[in-house]
């Protein structure tokens, strides 16, 4: 049977990991804050800004990407009540459009407005494809929309990365963020920041689905 001692050290290492499972779950609720009220976009950047707001600095205690996610959904639930659904359908609706407008490119949704936490700091984030890089940006051009350049890093698989460009526009009181990719991309999404598997998205098809869902369980919604 284990002695006293053994027993006092069980006891130890249960109450530790208990102190680092709440101190993750803390630091996930606060980096999902940050995001929500804040505008924060990158995980990473909000996780590491909680953690130095609550003074917590063992790495044990630092939620995965997929915590805080989870976090930001309960959030939105809790604290954004009816405005985060008619944020998102809005933004669904003008990604829409974008696809359409980008359709000569192959284009996806991805990011936020895909998977649902978007909020009123997101923008419709879409990946073209051209294995010319420049050709959205002159399509861009031709339509006379003002954009800006920026570049983006992205794994495409486990053993391949690069710097993609990234144009950022405005359009319909929206932010739209829009990564140019090589055709062969199309096979196969890049790898999230999140999980490490290959991003969801949605092509134009895809989105028309999922509009019409959100649509059905509205109508569920206001019948309850």
Same mark, same amino acid.
């Given at each position: 049977?284990?002695?006293?001692?053994?027993?006092?050290?069980?006891?130890?290492?249960?109450?530790?990991?208990?102190?680092?499972?709440?101190?993750?779950?803390?630091?996930?609720?606060?980096?999902?804050?940050?995001?929500?009220?804040?505008?924060?976009?990158?995980?990473?950047?909000?996780?590491?800004?909680?953690?130095?707001? *609550? @003074?917590?600095?063992?790495? =044990?205690? +630092?939620? $995965?990407? &997929? /915590?805080?996610?989870?976090?930001?959904?309960?959030?939105?639930?809790?604290? *954004? @009540?009816?405005?985060?659904? =008619?944020? +998102?359908? $809005?933004? &669904? /609706?003008?990604?829409?459009?974008?696809?359409?407008?980008?359709?000569?490119?192959?284009?996806?949704?991805?990011?936020?407005? +895909?998977?649902?936490?978007?909020?009123?700091?997101?923008?419709?984030?879409?990946?073209?494809?051209?294995?010319?890089?420049?050709?959205?940006?002159?399509? +861009?051009?031709?339509?006379?929309?003002?954009?800006?350049?920026?570049?983006?890093?992205?794994?495409?698989?486990?053993?391949?990365?690069?710097?993609?460009?990234?144009?950022?526009?405005?359009?319909?009181?929206?932010?739209?963020?829009?990564?140019?990719?090589?055709?062969?991309?199309?096979?196969?999404?890049?790898?999230?920041?999140?999980?490490?598997?290959?991003?969801?998205?949605?092509?134009?098809?895809?989105?028309?689905?999922?509009?019409?869902?959100?649509?059905?369980?509205?109508?569920?919604?206001?019948?309850?």
């Amino acid at each position: 049977m284990p002695n006293a001692r053994q027993h006092t050290k069980a006891h130890a290492h249960l109450h530790a990991q208990t102190r680092t499972r709440e101190r993750r779950q803390h630091l996930a609720f606060e980096a999902a804050r940050l995001m929500a009220e804040g505008g924060i976009r990158d995980y990473h950047q909000a996780k590491l800004k909680a953690a130095q707001r *609550l @003074g917590i600095h063992d790495d =044990a205690s +630092l939620p $995965r990407n &997929r /915590e805080i996610e989870d976090a930001l959904r309960e959030y939105q639930r809790l604290f *954004l @009540g009816d405005d985060q659904p =008619a944020e +998102l359908r $809005r933004r &669904r /609706e003008a990604a829409l459009r974008a696809l359409a407008f980008f359709e000569r490119f192959e284009p996806r949704l991805v990011g936020p407005v +895909l998977d649902g936490t978007a909020d009123t700091h997101s923008p419709v984030a879409l990946h073209v494809h051209s294995d010319d890089p420049d050709a959205p940006a002159r399509w +861009l051009d031709e339509h006379g929309i003002p954009a800006q350049s920026r570049s983006r890093h992205l794994r495409l698989d486990r053993t391949r990365d690069g710097d993609f460009p990234v144009w950022l526009f405005a359009a319909e009181d929206l932010s739209f963020d829009i990564t140019v990719l090589p055709l062969d991309v199309l096979r196969q999404a890049p790898l999230s920041g999140i999980d490490e598997k290959p991003m969801r998205r949605a092509s134009a098809a895809q989105l028309r689905a999922l509009l019409a869902e959100d649509e059905i369980a509205g109508y569920e919604r206001g019948g309850d």
